[in-house]
């Protein structure tokens, strides 16, 4: 697989924030409520830094910035196994699970670059 460029990872963390937001507000437990706010944390952290970048380096691969990001890989999976007991509403379901299939797979590939790279 293709690394994601830096303007596909932003669009593609853009898009999970703004699932997540609504997950959030139709969240039911604090638990979920805090759960989903701190993955929120973490991409909206990512984004911050990815926006500093120069537009013309958005062609660029992805690469994780924030050390938030290179630890969030086991909550997003644990989302996705969780996305019916966080979340009641249907659509806001179907949401999430297309938009954590996308980001995870951005996230692992990284992850898995990043320890490969780590002294």
Request: charged share 25%; proline share 3%; net charge negative.
């Amino acid at each position: 697989m293709t690394p994601a460029r830096i303007e596909d990872a932003a669009k593609e963390f853009l898009a999970l924030i703004e699932v997540l937001d609504n997950a959030y507000w139709e969240a039911s437990s604090m638990g979920s409520k805090d759960r989903i706010y701190d993955v929120i944390s973490v991409f909206q952290a990512e984004i911050a830094e990815l926006n500093k970048l120069s537009i013309q380096d958005h062609g660029y691969p992805y690469e994780m910035v924030t050390e938030g990001v290179r630890q969030v890989s086991p909550k997003l999976h644990s989302m996705q196994t969780m996305i019916r007991d966080l979340v009641e509403r249907t659509n806001t379901q179907l949401a999430l699970k297309r938009c954590l299939k996308t980001v995870v797979n951005i996230v692992d590939q990284q992850s898995k670059r990043w320890k490969q790279e780590a002294p």
